[in-house]
């Protein structure tokens, strides 16, 4: 199905060969005797193998790029997910105003305004002479 080289393994080997085969049922198998046997081919291929200077700055540089693509899919997916948890809870606050008596309205725009004028305050630090 697939094979995968690479240098780039997380974890305690540096580099990693994987082969993926489909299985045939059990009357066909001698099909994968063809594939199994190309196993040790390619890792003597493969550990034989050096990339040039260019080419390793090349595969660093497009494993960096999509490194950083994947950062900023991740960080556009927190935001996004921010964004909408402020909108229900907006939403929410909304209804549940709705929901008020004139009495709780009036109550909580005191506590409104009093919030804004103690934000307004001039900020007062103290100290102590000794």
Do not use: C
């Amino acid at each position: 199905m697939s094979m995968h080289f690479s240098d780039q393994q997380p974890g305690t080997h540096k580099k990693i060969l994987t082969f993926k085969f489909a299985l045939p049922d059990a009357n066909n198998m001698a099909d994968m005797t063809r594939l199994v046997a190309l196993v040790p081919y390619y890792i003597d291929l493969i550990g034989r193998y050096k990339l040039s200077s260019q080419a390793r700055s090349k595969t660093d540089a497009a494993r960096s790029k999509a490194a950083q693509e994947a950062y900023k899919e991740l960080q556009n997916a927190r935001q996004e997910a921010i964004q909408r948890k402020k909108a229900e809870k907006k939403k929410m606050m909304e209804e549940a105003e709705a929901k008020l008596t004139a009495e709780a309205i009036r109550k909580k725009e005191a506590k409104d305004r009093a919030r804004q004028m103690k934000k307004a305050a001039p900020k007062v630090k103290m100290t102590r002479a000794h």
